[in-house]
T-cell receptor, first 115, second 115 residues
Framework: KAGVTQTPRYLIKTRGQQVTLSCSPI?????VSWYQQTPGQGLQFLFE???????NKGNFPGRFSGRQFSNSRSEMNVSTLELGDSALYLC??????????????FGPGTRLTVL | AQSVTQLGSHVSVSEGALVLLRCNYS??????LFWYVQYPNQGLQLLLK??????LVKGINGFEAEFKKSETSFHLTKPSAHMSDAAEYFC?????????????FGTGTQLKVEL
């Protein structure tokens, strides 16, 4: 079974631009979560989607948004990019199996650099 | 809110020596705990998880972790380090909120394996 895939793997943008990152979960997984990883702040939770609905949101400004499609694929968008948004953005999916719904499987990440 | 603390941001061991990476958690309810590994320029790979079924949890690549409620710890061990174990290791706790789960990570421990 294919793992979580994220596109693109690398991205360079300039301040003020916006960016959209894509995530395809493992087949059959309906929950998708997003995390930001930076050297200074570590791994921080952005949001989680399940059946096209946002269930949880972390402490990030409104410039960070996301959505999920009916096929469980998810996108996250960052508008008006700032230098501090440079990070590795990780997507994770969780299986629907009882007793395993808390386990998150991660993709390779998208490395965003803001210049 | 639940949290985890990883003691030691850098650990260095000799090849063949015992690996011990420390993690302490703070949780008001029985926690679900995880260890992930991250190799350079990659996402997070699940090593093992604790879900209260057994206090000693065996994971992939020869790693195991023991849940000790009295010490609120979930330390990761491997009897004999291999060069390929050099990576960053993250301890995480799952929090059930909003109908879904989110992971809160420790700050990570960089493991170096020397000849």
């Amino acid at each position: 079974k294919a793992g979580v895939t994220q596109t693109p793997r690398y991205l360079i943008k300039t301040r003020g631009q916006q960016v959209t990152l894509s995530c395809s979960p493992i087949s059959g997984h309906r929950s998708v979560s997003w995390y930001q990883q930076t050297p200074g702040q570590g791994l921080q939770f952005l949001f989680e989607y399940f059946s096209e609905t946002q269930r949880n949101k972390g402490n990030f400004p409104g410039r960070f948004s996301g959505r999920q499609f009916s096929n469980s694929r998810s996108e996250m968008n960052v508008s008006t990019l700032e230098l501090g948004d440079s990070a590795l953005y990780l997507c994770a999916s969780s299986p629907p199996l009882a007793g395993d719904t808390d386990t998150q499987y991660f993709g390779p990440g998208t490395r965003l650099t803001v210049l | 809110a639940q949290s985890v603390t990883q003691l030691g941001s850098h650990v260095s061991v000799s090849e063949g020596a015992l690996v011990l990476l420390r993690c302490n958690y703070s949780s008001s309810v029985p926690p679900y705990l995880f260890w992930y590994v991250q190799y350079p320029n990659q996402g997070l790979q699940l090593l093992l998880k604790y879900t209260s079924a057994a206090t000693l949890v065996k994971g992939i690549n020869g790693f195991e972790a023991e849940f000790k409620k009295s010490e609120t710890s979930f330390h990761l061990t491997k009897p004999s380090a291999h060069m390929s174990d050099a990576a960053e290791y993250f301890c995480a706790v799952s929090e059930f909120t909003g109908g879904g789960n989110k992971l809160t990570f420790g700050t990570g421990t960089q493991l170096k394996v020397e000849l």
